[in-house]
């Protein structure tokens, strides 16, 4: 946040003295000074969010500049709002979500600052553009904005471009021009003790190259189970065929928001409405339970249960203990030969 906020100001402050109420910003429809003013908006109503607490609403506030205030103003208002945002993501506990409308009316502390450093990102660029100033943010910031809540949006060899026209601001070779467009926070879904917590590419990176993926895991976590399942979710990604509502999921325990293991899908439905589930827990974490409630609450949500959606689970015929996880879940037994067994559900 402090990065991207510092880049857009020391820009923009080159051209405080120019008329920023009578040139439009870019491709908007609002002039260089709203945008700069909305940018400050967005960012204390994200801290708002967070630091209240709010979840079924924004909290109901704005900010509002003192009559008078020039140019300069305005930018000391947005680093000052950035700087509130950034402290709040700091001193915010992860398992904490806030409301946001888009897609599944929550966000955690990352999502929210990435949704921040979004805004400052693409409006500064709005309002270059009408300045007629060169900005080029730098591309590790907006390839982890991409990884983060743009999770649907194949990631492209320049970050800043692919972010451009994800943000419908620009074109890329053989992808259509956007008109719409929505960033993706991730899904995370109640399963009594535990919380389904959907992971992004970037959280997907880290685990895969050997890190916690920003959880905090029991002593023996994650299996390696885990790590390769975030790979693969990597690799979808890399490929533009990612979808998070079918991704990999970390089973967080709410008694002390600790990942206990991890579990999804092997991708979207195939052409018969066929979609392959898996899991592993932590060794730590295993005969308590954890992996039933987890794949009970998985299998029973919306998408999951849409008629003609068959859910199939392959189990080792040596892991007794998986199999009855399935078998409490509502799985039958359908298919089987010396090495493995198939269990599916029907939607």
Excluded at 15 to 34: F, H, I, N, Q
Excluded at 118 to 123: A, D, S
Excluded at 214 to 229: I, L, V, Y
Aim: proline share 5%; with cysteine.
């Amino acid at each position: 946040m402090e990065e991207a906020v510092a880049g857009a100001v020391a820009l923009l402050r080159t051209a405080t003295d120019r008329d920023w109420e009578g040139v439009r910003a870019g491709r908007l429809e609002w002039s260089c000074r709203y945008t700069a003013e909305h940018v400050a908006g967005d960012l204390i109503a994200y801290a708002g969010q967070l630091a209240g607490r709010a979840t079924e609403a924004y909290v109901p506030f704005e900010i509002t500049l003192d009559e008078g205030t020039g140019n300069e103003g305005v930018l000391q208002v947005i680093e000052t709002t950035g700087a509130l945002l950034a402290a709040t993501v700091r001193t915010t506990p992860r398992e904490v979500r806030a409301f946001h409308p888009y897609p599944f009316r929550s966000a955690d502390r990352e999502g929210f600052a990435a949704m921040g450093v979004t805004e400052v990102l693409v409006h500064t660029h709005d309002i270059a553009e009408g300045l007629g100033l060169a900005y080029e943010p730098p591309a590790e910031l907006c390839a982890d904005v991409l990884a983060r809540i743009f999770p649907h949006v194949q990631p492209g060899t320049d970050p800043w471009r692919t972010l451009l026209w994800a943000t419908g601001r620009g074109e890329l070779p053989g992808r259509a021009p956007l008109t719409e467009w929505r960033w993706s926070n991730n899904l995370v879904l109640p399963a009594g003790r535990l919380t389904l917590q959907g992971l992004t590419p970037a959280s997907a990176a880290d685990l895969a190259a050997g890190g916690d993926g920003g959880f905090a895991w029991t002593d023996s976590g994650p299996f390696q189970g885990t790590r390769e399942g975030a790979g693969l979710l990597w690799k979808a990604y890399e490929a533009g065929v990612h979808r998070p509502e079918w991704g990999v999921f970390v089973l967080v325990r709410n008694e002390d928001g600790r990942a206990v293991g991890a579990m999804g899908f092997h991708g979207p439905p195939d052409e018969e409405g066929r979609a392959e589930i898996g899991y592993d827990l932590a060794e730590d974490a295993r005969g308590e339970g954890y992996a039933t409630e987890a794949l009970r609450a998985l299998s029973a949500w919306p998408p999951a249960r849409r008629d003609g959606t068959t859910l199939l689970a392959k189990i080792d015929r040596d892991n007794v203990r998986s199999q009855g996880v399935v078998t409490r879940a509502g799985y039958r037994l359908v298919a089987e030969d010396e090495k493995l067994l198939v269990y599916e559900l029907r939607g």
